[in-house]
């Protein structure tokens, strides 16, 4: 794991931290799963029980509320994992459902529950299941 400065990861022995990198001034909260080759930009804060699979990419100042889950493989169990990239300032609500091989825009929204199946636009507001863009 390469840790940025100034990050704080709550009870890091109750989290599954394997090989992902993280910029500076970054909040993770326990517990957590965050696995191999995920990189999270600078001043990103995940929330507990977070799900962070191989294969995704956050970029900075990116909020993760508690219980998203990522997905990174479409017809498990598969050796093709798909990556999944977060803009900048975005921010994806509690319980939210992200699944694998999308980009979610810079600034762009995710309600709180949602199943995020598509790309979503910069700067949009999406929710629902499956989730839609709204504004």
Excluded at 68 to 90: I, M, Q, Y
Excluded at 127 to 133: D, E, F, L, S, T
Aim: charged share 15%.
């Amino acid at each position: 794991m390469q840790q940025g400065k100034n990050c704080k990861i709550w009870h890091p022995e109750k989290s599954v931290l394997l090989d992902f990198n993280m910029g500076d001034d970054c909040t993770v909260h326990a517990p957590v799963w965050i696995g191999n080759n995920v990189q999270i930009g600078h001043r990103c804060k995940i929330e507990a029980l977070a799900f962070i699979p191989d294969g995704v990419t956050l970029g900075n100042d990116v909020f993760i509320g508690p219980h998203v889950c990522f997905t990174n493989d479409r017809e498990p169990p598969s050796e093709l994992l798909e990556k999944t990239h977060v803009g900048n300032g975005a921010s994806i609500g509690a319980g939210a459902i992200i699944v694998c091989g999308i980009t979610i825009g810079d600034g762009a929204r995710i309600g709180a529950g949602s199943v995020v199946t598509k790309n979503v636009p910069p700067d949009a507001l999406v929710y629902g299941v499956p989730a839609r863009v709204v504004s």
